[in-house]
């Protein structure tokens, strides 16, 4: 017992130290939450998805079913998808916040001509996941079938030719890819013009779970399955597409692996630092999101997990603030709790922070909080 005493008097003696550093350094003008505020006029954050056929367009079409109020306007924006929702999100006045597949993100940081572009960025939520379908020729028995012949891949630098780019990269397959938006691309396959198409959207993507889709123009289209390697795992989700999500593409009891891209939603770090009305999406976003998983919107919802991160990219404060606020764990709110308890503490014995208190001083300033603490819970 006497050791676990120590263990604890040492783990609060940094709180403490911890909290007067900041105190002193920062003062009463660093306290968290002080950049949030706003006029109490509504305003509006444009919200670009990927493409009129993206599965994006319909959970930003859930937002602003779900989000908007007196004092908050969501829009929604058809975007390009890919690097250029980034560019439109750095440029565009209209674009506060834009939906973004990681892959995109892992290939704009290491992009050397668009150095810093990373740093321009903030992310606020990880989404849900996306699958990456390759529809084929009835003939194109595998993707290594696909060697030299011509796969659409969607506009340059959208999202389905950097996954594509990827794809083929990590499995060392040679296509000629054809950079063709989706619509005229499927009209494409199903003419027997290429051989085969890489489209990334959450299944069942319309495009393809229209019936008729699988023999139009007398072609038996048929899904690849994607094979993975320790290259592949490091950027996308194993995923498998179904029956029950392409009945006239998958026979009954029979699955296509595949993989899936990790979606993103992003926000410019320079306008969030201006606080204001990207606080207050955060706060209608987080605090209805329980509505946004319903029955009735997209199944997508329900695979998100809002406390999960994104490695590299920086998280909005005020996304962070709500997270550690209402989805902290156990020992985090204990810590919480002993941070709060310390300020208060601080407050009512009217001790001035000072950094350069000794070892010996810390200790028995420590020891006097808690007591201070222990005289709280008395009756």
């Known amino acids: 017992m006497a050791e676990r005493r120590r263990r ?44 009129a056929n993206s599965t994006d367009v319909r959970v930003v079409a859930d937002m602003a079913e779900v989000l908007d109020n007196p004092r908050l306007r969501i829009v929604p ?71 030299n012949r011509t796969v659409a891949v969607g506009p340059a630098d959208g999202g389905s030719s950097v996954t594509a780019g990827v794809l083929f990269s990590a499995l060392s397959i040679p296509i000629r890819p054809v950079f063709e938006a989706p619509a005229a691309a499927m009209a494409k396959l199903q003419a027997g013009e290429i051989d085969a198409i890489v489209y990334v959207a959450g299944k069942p993507a319309p495009l393809m779970s229209e019936p008729g889709n699988a023999t139009a123009g007398g072609q038996g289209l048929h899904f690849l399955k994607i094979p993975v390697n320790e290259r592949l795992l490091a950027a996308y989700v194993p995923s498998a597409l179904g029956h029950g999500d392409y009945p006239d593409l998958i026979a009954s009891g029979e699955t296509v692996e595949t993989i899936s891209v990790p979606m ?29 998983q319903e029955p009735q919107r997209n199944p997508k919802w329900r695979e998100v997990n809002l ?28 810590l919480q709790e002993a941070f709060a308890d310390i300020l208060r503490f601080l407050k009512e014995q009217n001790i001035k922070p000072d950094v350069k208190q000794s070892d010996q001083d810390m200790k028995a300033l420590f020891w006097r909080f808690v007591d201070w603490r222990a005289a709280q819970t008395q009756p």
Do not use: C
């Open 77 to 147: 924006i058809i975007g390009h998808g890919g690097i250029r929702n980034v560019e439109d999100l750095l440029n565009l006045p209209v674009a506060d916040v834009a939906i973004v597949q990681s892959d995109v993100l892992t290939a704009l940081g290491e992009d050397q001509s668009r150095q810093g572009v990373m740093d321009k960025l903030v992310y606020i939520a990880k989404l849900f996941n996306e699958e990456v379908h390759v529809l084929a020729r009835k003939e194109i028995g595998s993707l290594a079938d696909l060697a």
């Open 8 to 51: 604890a008097g040492r783990a609060l003696i940094l709180v403490i130290a911890t909290v007067i550093g900041a105190i002193a350094v920062g003062g009463a003008d660093a306290a968290p939450g002080d950049a949030r505020g706003g006029s109490d006029a509504a305003t509006s954050v444009g919200i670009l998805s990927a493409g």
């Open 264 to 292: 993103v939603m992003v926000a410019a770090a320079g306008r969030a630092a201006q606080g204001g009305y990207l606080n207050a999406f955060v706060d209608a976003f987080f605090g209805n999101f329980a509505q946004l």
């Open 307 to 334: 406390a999960a991160t994104v490695p590299g990219l920086r998280r909005l404060p005020a996304s962070v603030d709500w997270v550690r606020t209402n989805m902290a764990t156990p020992e985090e709110r204990k």
